[in-house]
């Protein structure tokens, strides 16, 4: 069980679509704008991962064609966020929106964010530690991922919205999207290297 918390923190704290845009959000509109979204991405990734470990997602994935086009449609995703990220030279490589999104927006990011997929499938399909209650298992492992996933959230929106009423330097600001980019792209490796 340990080595499945330890797995859903580092796949968690890695900025993904998600996370960045609820920093966005908070960079923009302040903490309290971002709580309808994140609401929006939790109720979305709990509908991610019933995909998940229902088999819906698996049945649509044994086509080996859709499954390979899929995955790098991902990866590639997942690159073109890093490079967008790492080539916003002096501003934070967040993407405010022109008006704070809420709970719907927030919902349907889940559907099209790659990470949520690839985060679902190595929890759920790995880290067994109750192999003769796997029902149970699944329960717990729904438990302890929301009370990280919470956490994390709330941390990236606040980091958002402290980022957004600070006057950083040039400098800092580059560090910053260079960081974001590089874990980006690690979690783009991670997703591409597990099925190969």
């Not at 809420?102 to 109750?130: D, E």
């Not at 991922?145 to 600001?173: C, R, Y």
Request: hydrophobic content about 65%.
């Amino acid at each position: 069980m340990l080595e499945f918390v330890v797995a859903v923190f580092f796949l968690l704290i890695t900025p993904g679509p998600g996370v960045l845009t609820t920093a966005g959000i908070g960079s923009a509109f302040g903490f309290r704008a971002g709580l309808a979204f994140m609401a929006g991405l939790m109720v979305g990734g709990f509908i991610n991962m019933m995909l998940v470990i229902s088999g819906v997602a698996a049945a649509a994935l044994a086509v080996p064609l859709l499954r390979t086009v899929l995955l790098f449609a991902s990866v590639g995703y997942l690159l073109f966020l890093a490079w967008r990220i790492a080539s916003a030279g002096s501003k934070v490589g967040f993407s405010p929106a022109a008006a704070p999104l809420g709970f719907r927006n927030g919902l349907m990011l889940q559907f099209i964010n790659p990470k949520a997929y690839v985060v679902s499938t190595a929890l759920f399909s790995g880290f067994a530690f109750l192999p003769e209650a796997p029902l149970w298992e699944v329960i717990l492992k729904l438990i302890l991922f929301n009370m990280i996933w919470v956490p994390v959230h709330l941390i990236w929106l606040g980091m958002g919205a402290k980022l957004g009423s600070l006057d950083l330097s040039e400098k800092t600001h580059r560090a910053i999207n260079f960081a974001m980019a590089f874990c980006l792209g690690v979690v783009a490796l991670v997703a591409l290297v597990s099925v190969l």
